[in-house]
T-cell receptor, first 115, second 113 residues
Framework: GAGVSQSPRYKVAKRGQDVALRCDPI?????LFWYQQALGQGPEFLTY????????KSGLPSDRFFAERPEGSVSTLKIQRTQQEDSAVYLC?????????????FGNGTRLTVT | GNSVTQMEGPVTLSEEAFLTINCTYT??????LFWYVQYPGEGLQLLLK?????DKGSNKGFEATYRKETTSFHLEKGSVQVSDSAVYFC????????????FGTGTRLQVTL
């Protein structure tokens, strides 16, 4: 079956541009997470959705970062006025349950390079 | 807050060698502990997990035991293969929360013939 799909796979943006990163979770998965992985580091939590509700956005580094999941399926992470420090791999993960320790299914990520 | 510390890589081993990747954690309460693996060109995959003290997670010949007294979750494998070459991440989630993972920085394993 299809896994978590992210697009684009690679994105190059000039400093100051806005970008939008898309995540298609596994069909029927309730929970959706966004993580940011800087080069040589582990992923860091950005935000969490349960269906269409954004229940936790404590990891978003600034108000330039915005995420949505309007119909409880596809999610978009938007970064406004990109800065060089935003360069990273952005990972999306989904899970079939609301809470608990069900494993996350990760996509392959979008590598964002800001020049 | 919660944190995970794992040994720095890269770790280079010959095929059939014994592997240990150390992982220690800081968390309140009784977190669940995980090892994720990232093969070249692929997304993160769950390798194994343990949800309470003294539990042993195992998969594909890898094992890790949840040691609360030493706050550790070291990954071991008795005989590595070239196909095990990947980056390994130790992670935790606090008990009773959604699967909001805190990751270590990752350890790259390179296995040679």
């Amino acid at each position: 079956g299809a896994g978590v799909s992210q697009s684009p796979r690679y994105k190059v943006a000039k400093r100051g541009q806005d970008v939008a990163l898309r995540c298609d979770p596994i069909s029927g998965h309730v929970s959706l997470f966004w993580y940011q992985q800087a080069l040589g580091q582990g992923p860091e939590f950005l935000t969490y959705f349960q269906n269409e509700a954004q229940l936790d956005k404590s990891g978003l580094p600034s108000d330039r970062f915005f995420a949505e999941r309007p119909e409880g399926s596809v999610s978009t992470l938007k970064i406004q006025r990109t800065q060089q420090e935003d360069s990273a791999v952005y990972l999306c993960a989904s899970s079939p349950r609301r809470v608990g320790n069900s494993p996350l299914h990760f996509g392959n990520g979008t590598r964002l390079t800001v020049t | 807050g919660n944190s995970v510390t794992q040994m720095e890589g890269p770790v280079t081993l010959s095929e059939e060698a014994f592997l240990t990747i150390n992982c220690t954690y800081t968390a309140t309460g009784y977190p669940s502990l995980f090892w994720y693996v990232q093969y070249p060109g692929e997304g993160l995959q769950l390798l194994l997990k343990a949800t309470k003290a003294d539990d042993k997670g195992s998969n594909k010949g890898f094992e890790a035991t949840y040691r609360k007294e030493t706050t550790s979750f070291h990954l071991e494998k008795g005989s590595v293969q070239v196909s095990d070459s990947a980056v390994y991440f130790c992670a935790l989630t606090p008990t009773g929360t959604a699967s909001k993972l805190t990751f270590g920085t990752g350890t790259r394993l390179q296995v040679t013939l």
